[in-house]
């Protein structure tokens, strides 16, 4: 027979009896939720039941009354069929178990459950990017009130600023994803410990029912917790396997940045509330700066961003614009191929013609960048990063670009690729089936009428292509924007 055990959360206490479940909810004021009253628990206790039977069914048996002596309810518990402690997801991960078929069977299930979840108006309304400000602003407030005691400030501020950033003009995104219905009454508190990997399927517990607007989440949102919990417990590889599930069978096209921020967040969250439990007298101090780490750590890994890789033809700017945009998971704009797309040729058709004539004359020339800057505009606001392929000589076509990531809020990095001018040369005359019509001439006449570039990082490209796209990738890592900028979305 399995021994009886205690277990307590900052919000109840656990006795597990036999194959039974016994959760109380603790009488405590924790802001985001208050327990006070025997009322307010007995309320708790029916909507956590009811919420939770979602997602199992068969799993809450129901609610318990404890009687006083004077044979009045002096207490309620959510009674529950007990699970096998050794196959939570949790204690799988730490055993080092394979678990990748449970963590699609998990992805399926959560997918399934986010199909069929409530969707409308009061869910709608918490997708909204001004909500997402509001959580934020109730984790910060939280996290706050530990810095430079459980938690480093600097490290508290830095994740304030960097979680503000992404939702600085973003808002394109968080309405795209409202639309599409993707904001549902979801489960709100999904940890490896509540999840158990079962012969008959996963088994998920303990949504967070103290507050509606809370689990009124986007589904990869809801996701993102177990995930962030993932990542915690055995690395960042199960997180990604789990979450790449989830993307499959949700049908789900989000930016890679917009699943960072969820982990973040998720990160921070957590991070408060083991905060909270070490005021109770709990352990955790280590804990909670860990996952504020990992909070820092996808904020950092999911800023979305603009970069300008330029220089002469034959340079390879394409080539390390390309490889570049793979390892941000980013999107490339080619300027050779946008200005083909426009006249409505094919890219790879020649269109040849002297400097500054043909399809290369000033007016066609304007039309292309701007029709750059438009899609790259478009996809920032979603959430793409962006990598714009163009020769960017122009000081005024790179004011342009600065202009609009200002207008989107991102950081503008702009790289100059330069290679010898006989390597230059030699590339151009092997071009076969490039977009490109550049001749060594147009591109000696280039040169010479090229405005100054001095806010750019210069990317040597006569060597070695990983070599290039290495110190592309460390210039876009490690540059700090020239200039700062405050973005008011109305």
């Known amino acids: 027979m399995t021994p009886p055990a205690v277990t307590e959360t900052h919000t109840a206490v656990l006795w597990f009896v ?38 199992s069914p068969e799993t809450y048996l ?37 678990v990748e078929d449970d963590l699609r069977a998990v992805a399926r299930r959560l997918a399934a459950f986010h199909s069929t979840a409530a969707r409308g108006p009061a869910v709608d309304r918490e997708g909204t990017v001004e909500a997402a400000r509001s959580r934020w602003a109730g984790v910060l407030e939280g996290l706050r009130r530990h810095a430079g005691v459980l938690l480093p400030a600097d490290l508290v501020e830095h994740v304030a600023a960097a979680s503000g950033a992404f939702l600085d003009g973003r808002r394109a995104l968080f309405d795209d994803r409202r639309a ?16 158990f990997c079962l012969p008959d399927g996963p ?37 990604e396997r789990f979450l790449a599930a989830y993307a499959e069978f949700a049908a789900d096209p989000a930016p890679p940045a917009l699943a960072h921020h969820f982990v973040a967040y998720r990160a921070a969250v957590r991070a408060s509330v083991t905060c909270v439990r070490v005021e109770q007298g709990g352990r955790g101090g280590p804990l909670a700066r860990d996952l504020l780490d990992l909070s820092a750590r996808h904020l950092d890994a ?9 220089g002469l033809p034959g340079t390879g700017k394409s080539t390390v ?59 920032l606001a979603r959430g793409e990063s962006v990598v714009i392929d163009a020769s960017w000589t122009a000081a005024v076509r790179r004011a342009a670009a600065a202009a609009l990531a200002a207008r989107s809020a991102v950081p503008l990095t702009s790289l100059h690729c330069e290679a010898p001018r006989s390597v230059a040369d030699e590339r151009i005359r092997r071009r076969r089936g490039s977009a490109s019509d550049a001749t060594p001439l147009v591109a000696a006449v280039m040169s010479a009428d090229a405005d100054p570039w001095p806010e750019a990082t210069v990317v040597d490209t006569g060597g070695p292509v990983e070599a290039s796209v290495e110190a592309a990738l460390a210039a876009v890592r490690t540059h700090r924007p020239h200039a700062t900028w405050t973005v008011v979305e109305v």
Do not use: Q, W
Not at 32 to 39: A, G, I, K, R, S
Not at 344 to 356: E, I
């Open 203 to 239: 088994v998920l517990l303990d949504c967070l029912e103290f507050d509606d607007r809370l689990r009124y989440v986007d589904g990869l949102d809801d996701a993102a917790f177990l995930a962030m919990d993932l990542e915690r417990l055995g690395g960042a590889e199960h997180a």
């Open 62 to 98: 129901g609610l318990e009354t404890l009687l006083g002596p004077d044979g009045l309810a002096c207490e309620y518990l959510v009674a529950m069929h007990r699970m096998p402690a050794e196959r939570s997801l949790a204690a799988l991960v730490r055993a080092g178990a394979p």
């Open 18 to 55: 036999g194959d039974r479940v016994h959760k109380m909810k603790k009488p405590v004021d924790l802001g985001f939720c208050d327990f006070t009253t025997l009322e307010a628990r007995r309320d708790a206790c029916l909507r956590e039941i009811a919420l939770n039977r979602r997602l």
């Open 180 to 195: 599409a219905g993707r904001v549902v009454d979801g489960h709100g508190d999904l940890l490896a410990d509540d999840v």
């Open 302 to 310: 999911g800023r979305v961003r603009l970069v300008l890789v330029g």
């Open 321 to 379: 614009a390309g490889g570049l945009a793979d390892r941000l998971g980013a999107t490339v704009l080619s300027s050779d191929r946008v200005r083909k797309e426009i006249a409505g040729l094919d890219p790879a058709a020649s269109a040849g013609a002297d400097y500054r004539a043909g399809l290369y004359a000033a007016d066609h020339t304007a039309a292309t960048y701007a029709e750059l800057l438009r899609r790259a505009g478009a996809l």
